[in-house]
């Protein structure tokens, strides 16, 4: 049974390889391209000095792949990279995927980190593909549910982006499975990583700390993996000024409303002149409907916290419902932040069911 893992693994990879050749294809196969660093950004100048070779956007916009390089260059932001960058202390809240690139880097060598941030990418959706499997086993399902991972556009984007999605998916999935199997020790540790790998999933180990006590269980102190970042928020605080949270505060606003916006602004678009813009607008449009109905039906359905997924699929879709418009109103946006809350969604919906009762024999005439 170890092979439908390895083939649903193998096939993330793939899709997720795939989506990098094409990107590479069209930039001369420079892995620095993925990083979509923009020349405007003073962290360019850092990169250019120590990797002459980096290739930069000079058109559209930068990605958040800039500053998961800038974290793999100075990991504890005692460097120059973080002086680079405006709001630091909220880039440097999440740097566990820069912290893995530096470390596979040898140590954030300037000329590997680009190829460094692919590699973890890779190796992330390949191992999360491979958990998936795992985990829809534990939970009666079937183990091909794994290529859940495979066909999930955010995470293919994230690997072909240089994000940290694939990453998170990789760290939660595998904490959810050492739990499922009663290894509560590892279970802490990798949620305690995941806390590191983007902030919302603090909530995580404190959902099901909370449904441990719901449902009046031996507890194991899942809660715990918490205090490990909790004291790295408290360095950031002291060393750059600031907590992560009070920055980048613009990306959550009143629930439902960014869905409300992005929805309305996504349906004017749709009427745009600008052919580019009216298909942005005419894509995001089904998207946001689809999705949003989604994730609010297996919110739903989680109520009734029936499996080990349902609390922190309901904890992360609660987080998600606060988005602003900006974070699902264009494609691209959509798929890579709602990433992680499609990838447990499924989970959350396969709660064994019992076969109904078969009604008793009749009873022989005469007997």
């Not at 050749?21 to 360019?44: F, G, I």
């Not at 990418?121 to 091909?144: C, E, K």
Request: proline share 7%; hydrophobic share 55%.
């Amino acid at each position: 049974m170890r092979l439908i893992p390895t083939a649903c693994a193998l096939a993330a990879a793939a899709a997720a390889g795939l989506a990098v050749l094409a990107s590479l294809a069209r930039q001369d196969w420079s892995l620095s391209a993925l990083v979509r660093m923009h020349s405007t950004l003073q962290l360019s100048k850092l990169a250019l000095a120590s990797d002459p070779g980096f290739r930069l956007r000079t058109g559209s916009g930068f990605y958040d792949g800039a500053y998961f390089y800038a974290i793999a260059r100075d990991p504890l932001a005692t460097g120059d990279a973080h002086r680079l960058l405006n709001q630091a202390p909220y880039y440097w809240g999440h740097p566990g995927y820069g912290w893995l690139t530096w470390l596979v880097s040898a140590g954030g060598r300037p000329s590997a980190v680009p190829a460094a941030l692919l590699a973890v990418g890779i190796l992330s959706i390949a191992l999360a593909g491979g958990t998936a499997s795992v985990l829809a086993r534990s939970l009666g399902w079937t183990p091909w549910a794994g290529l859940v991972v495979a066909v999930n556009p955010g995470l293919l984007f994230a690997v072909a982006n240089d994000t940290s999605e694939a990453l998170a998916a990789a760290v939660l999935l595998a904490g959810l499975v050492a739990y499922a199997r009663g290894r509560f020790a590892w279970a802490v540790v990798f949620f305690a990583y995941l806390c590191f790998v983007k902030e919302p999933l603090a909530l995580v180990p404190l959902a099901i700390g909370a449904w441990e006590l719901w449902r009046r269980q031996r507890p194991t102190f899942v809660a715990s993996a918490l205090v490990p970042a909790l004291g790295w928020w408290l360095y950031l605080r002291i060393h750059l000024g600031a907590f992560p949270f009070g920055q980048g505060s613009e990306r959550l606003t009143t629930p439902f409303a960014g869905w409300k916006h992005a929805l309305l602004d996504a349906a004017s678009q749709s009427w745009s002149g600008a052919v580019d813009t009216a298909q942005l607008g005419q894509a995001a449009v089904p998207l946001i409907a689809a999705v949003g109905l989604a994730i609010f039906v297996a919110s739903a359905f989680s109520l009734r916290l029936r499996n080990l997924i349902q609390p922190p699929f309901l904890a992360l879709a609660a987080v998600y419902a606060c988005i602003s418009a900006n974070g699902v109103q264009y494609p691209k946006d959509l798929i890579r932040e709602l990433a992680l809350v499609l990838t447990l969604l499924p989970f959350a919906l396969a709660v064994r069911t019992d076969p109904p009762a078969r009604p008793p024999s009749p009873r022989p005439r005469g007997s």
